[in-house]
């Protein structure tokens, strides 16, 4: 398995063009990336087109940015602002121009992508269709009868409830047959994870599944985890019926991969995750979601690139997007710290996962980790941030979340409610359910 680099700057280009997140501009040249020429207006603002380049230095993919100017007339050539980065050694991948916009307009922006990305709003129930195949109906439950025993599917940032059932179609280790001889009925909750916060999403929750008052199982993957908790511990209503949540890959005390100091080389080891993943080829985990990350992120850059070039513009980034910064595994991340502070209303399990690969196809993996000493170091995301316990975070992770996050509520973990799959394992975060022993988990904690 090789990198095809025309392919991947191909599928890059698509998911931008999906989203709607980019511009109708031409390509910049190569050329013109690499002219560094400031041009400022008299209000200080920069001028032209953001361009976030990919290049391929040493076997890992990184980003860099650019403001390119545009030649307005014969005499005068385009020149960048930002890209002095690039070498004569880099290898080229892809260029990607992104629209400069007020920051104002990043609100709708979000909300643009979060209608294509997660489509589905509210709750929809899970039915098999002419077979073992299960489907979503979409139709939303707010009448659901209250006398009802309920398991729901909560998804992740960059997912949707389609996703959920593309990752259960063909009834993986006869999980659905299991859940529809268990439950009266078996929900997922579609939901935007960028426009907003993880605690909005469960006010939401609340006001759809909030008068139920039969037993409730959850089932949460990644920042669905956090909302999950939002909604049994938080902001929903309490119950005298059992409330149980299994979190898996969940950011329960945020992820380094939300820093906002860290955005460069967040969307550097995100890039390469996608890589992975299309070289690898596989349809169940596919890359669509960590390549949405870098056109919405790349949005986001190229909204404020215009408006703020006094400031270090990519340390903005993350903050500016709500689903983001809910997750942040930073020290002041109040919503994270009210969050850990408050007690348990409901029984907890998680599944977790030590995500060291020994397949080429991951190597780049080892250069985004504090524990591995490379001349890449300015792009560790892992293990190089103090979390909001105000100690340092560990190396260990799935590729997306920390490992010591998963398990990390405020309150120890019990050892018989939590499933751990070790580096050998090579389990990464969007592999979860791909793995026969997640679904025997869940079934004997939830049985």
């Known amino acids: ?3 095809d680099a025309s392919a991947f700057a191909d599928a890059l280009r698509r998911r931008n063009e999906e989203l709607r997140l980019g511009t109708d501009d031409a390509e910049v040249s190569v050329a013109q990336l690499r002219r560094s020429r400031r041009r400022l207006r008299r209000d200080g603002r920069q001028e032209g ?4 380049t990919l290049v391929r230095r040493d076997g890992v993919l990184r980003w860099e940015e650019s403001l390119v100017r545009p030649a307005r007339s014969p005499r005068r050539r385009a020149g960048s602002v930002g890209g002095g980065a690039l070498s004569a050694d880099d290898e080229i991948v892809a260029t990607i121009p992104f629209e400069t916009r007020p920051p104002n307009q990043i609100v709708s922006l979000l909300d643009k992508a979060d209608g ?3 489509p589905e709003r509210g709750v929809h129930e899970l039915v098999a269709t002419g077979g073992a195949t299960p489907s979503f109906k979409w139709r939303r439950l707010t009448g659901a009868a209250p006398d ?3 398991l729901l599917l909560v998804h992740g940032t960059f997912s949707s409830l389609g996703n959920v ?4 179609a063909g009834d993986k280790a006869g999980f659905f047959a299991w859940a529809k001889a268990n439950y009266d009925q078996v929900l997922g909750f579609g939901h935007p994870t960028l426009g907003v916060s993880p605690i909005l999403n469960a006010v939401a929750l609340e006001r759809e599944l909030g008068h139920l008052t039969e037993e409730i199982d959850v089932i949460a993957h990644s920042r669905g985890g956090l909302v999950t908790r939002w909604w049994l511990d938080g902001v929903g209503t309490p119950s005298a019926a059992r409330r149980r949540a299994v979190l898996v890959g969940s950011p329960m005390s945020g992820t380094s991969l939300a820093s906002p100091a860290r955005v460069r080389a967040v ?4 890039t390469n995750i996608a890589s992975a993943l299309e070289t690898i080829g596989t349809v169940t985990t596919p890359a669509a979601p960590f390549m949405s990350f870098v056109s919405v992120l790349g949005s986001v850059l190229g909204g404020i690139a215009g408006t703020l070039a006094k400031l270090p513009i990519a340390d903005a980034a993350i903050s500016m997007v709500p689903g983001l910064q809910g997750q942040s595994r930073v020290g002041n991340n109040f919503e994270l710290r009210e969050l850990r502070a408050r007690p348990q209303r409901a029984e907890y399990f998680s599944i977790t996962s030590n995500f060291e690969p020994e397949t080429s196809v991951w190597r780049f993996w080892r250069y985004f980790r504090k524990d591995v000493l490379l001349d890449l170091g300015a792009d560790v995301v892992f293990g190089d941030e103090t979390g909001i316990d105000g100690k340092k975070v560990g190396v260990e992770n799935d590729l997306v979340v ?8 405020g309150t120890p973990f019990a050892e018989k409610r939590v499933r751990i799959y070790g580096p050998k394992d090579e389990v990464h975060h969007t592999a979860y359910f791909e793995k026969p022993d997640t679904y025997r ?3 004997d904690w939830l049985s």
């Open 148 to 150: 009802k025993r309920t």
């Open 116 to 118: 294509v990305l997660s």
């Open 1 to 3: 398995m090789t990198f």
């Open 49 to 52: 087109q953001f361009v976030l």
């Open 165 to 168: 059932e593309k990752g259960w």
């Open 441 to 443: 988990a869940i079934r």
């Open 267 to 270: 969307m550097g080891l995100v």
């Open 402 to 409: 920390d490992t010591s996050s998963m398990t990390d509520l």
